[in-house]
């Protein structure tokens, strides 16, 4: 399984980005598809996760502000980021889970300037 993310870039603050993840196979066999996120000095964290029946859950930090989405038929997860914060600013990472491994993609950076 091989992820691609995109969308990253400069935003400033109260703006709005969406993220872009495809996924080589379809989620057949994969049971969360998620978006986590990294900042320079800190431990990788969740943001967002979507399971293969369409349950999401988000991190206290972005509740009510992300949305993440799946589109099967494109075999694409998708992040939709509004009212962006300076503490945002992250190197963003897509994440497949089946059974019994994790997949990563290569991750997008987004900045947001306050």
């Known amino acids: 399984v091989q992820l691609q993310a995109f969308g990253g870039g400069l935003v400033q603050a109260g703006g709005s980005l969406r993220l872009s993840c495809v996924i080589s196979r379809s989620i057949f066999g994969i049971n969360n598809r998620g978006w986590y996120r990294q900042a320079p000095g800190n431990q990788r964290e969740l943001v967002a996760r979507i399971t293969n029946t369409g349950v999401t859950n988000y991190a206290d930090s972005v509740k009510g502000r992300f949305t993440i989405s799946g589109d099967n038929t494109k075999n694409t997860v998708y992040l939709q980021m509004n009212s962006l914060k300076p503490e945002d600013t992250a190197v963003y990472l897509c994440?497949?889970?089946?059974?019994?491994?994790?997949?990563w993609g290569q991750g997008t950076e987004l900045t947001v300037s306050s």
């Open positions: 994440n497949a889970q089946t059974i019994d491994r994790n997949y």
